[in-house]
């Protein structure tokens, strides 16, 4: 398919597939970030459903960075993966302190902040900033896999880089509000327009077929989620969040392994193990998500 051909089927396709999701219905670089790391691996509805919640709680990057971390991981959690709560928290007090509360335009900038990758730097520039680059998401990626890589196992992403930057429009950027494009007409036709008719493509390509994502040579099947290691961590999130709220500053190992076990056995699962809850702890203590004196644990306060 000559490049052409391809750009004419996605400016049609993107038309024809367009969401109007609320993170588009702005510019604001805030909304966009915030829309970019729920979205990852996390069902659009649920974002839908959950980021006017946070919004209403951190409406500015400058009240997300005020705000304790205990409070941003309260907000965040039913969002699953806990450390990129911590990563937007850290990242918007950098922005606050380092960029005066102004989301950076440049990829360095933007990849030296804590939680952005090469993708959701590229995402924040194209939505917010109209600015053309290689925004390589797992739906832009089933795209070009189906359309140049037919049948083709274990396509590493470089394969694909070459050519998303090749298809992207290079039009100036824009700015203000906008209502929802009409992709066949040129003056649509700019990286923000281009990306979400991939993005609607991509994601209607796999519902339709077989999901091409699984021929790329990063493809990895998510790891069962309930019972798992993760999930423990994440519900003793949960018990230090809810003892927080309590009044509870901090709780020792044998409260924490009863109430851990609690939810657990609630669950349908087996009670845990008191080494299996340090284990645990310890690498929430690593990761800074919470802190211990004389044996006992608190939820990161800062």
Not at 91 to 99: D, N, P, S, Y
Not at 184 to 193: F, I, K, L, M, V
């Amino acid at each position: 398919m000559s490049n052409d051909s391809f750009r004419t089927l996605i400016r049609q396709e993107g038309t024809r597939l367009y969401r109007d999701l609320p993170w588009r219905r702005t510019r604001d670089p805030y909304i966009i970030w915030l829309s970019e790391v729920m979205l990852q691996q996390t069902q659009v509805p649920r974002v839908e459903a959950r980021m006017p919640e946070w919004l209403d709680r951190f409406p500015t990057i400058e009240a997300l960075a005020a705000a304790s971390a205990a409070d941003v991981l309260a907000a965040w959690q039913g969002m699953g993966y806990n450390r990129r709560a911590l990563a937007l928290h850290t990242a918007a007090r950098q922005i606050v302190e380092e960029h005066h509360g102004v989301v950076p335009r440049e990829t360095a900038a933007l990849t030296a902040l804590p939680g952005i990758g090469p993708a959701t730097a590229q995402g924040i520039r194209a939505f917010a900033f109209d600015l053309p680059g290689v925004y390589l998401e797992t739906n832009v990626r089933t795209v070009f896999l189906h359309h140049f890589f037919p049948d083709v196992p274990g396509v590493p992403d470089r394969e694909l880089t070459a050519l998303i930057e090749a298809a992207c429009p290079a039009a100036p950027g824009a700015t203000g509000d906008v209502a929802p494009y009409a992709m066949p007409q040129d003056e649509r036709d700019t990286p923000r327009a281009w990306y979400y008719a991939l993005l609607d493509y991509g994601a209607y390509l796999k519902k339709t077929i077989p999901n091409p994502s699984r021929r790329s040579a990063g493809y990895t099947r998510q790891s069962r989620f309930e019972g798992s290691r993760r999930q423990k961590r994440a519900e003793l999130v949960r018990v230090l969040l809810a003892a927080r709220d309590e009044g509870e500053r901090a709780l020792a190992l044998d409260e924490i392994t009863q109430r851990l076990s609690a939810r657990e056995v609630a669950a349908g699962r087996d009670a845990v193990t008191s080494e299996l809850v340090v284990s645990i702890l310890a690498d929430l203590e690593r990761d800074g998500f919470c802190a211990h004196d004389d044996d006992a644990w608190s939820i990161i306060s800062a």
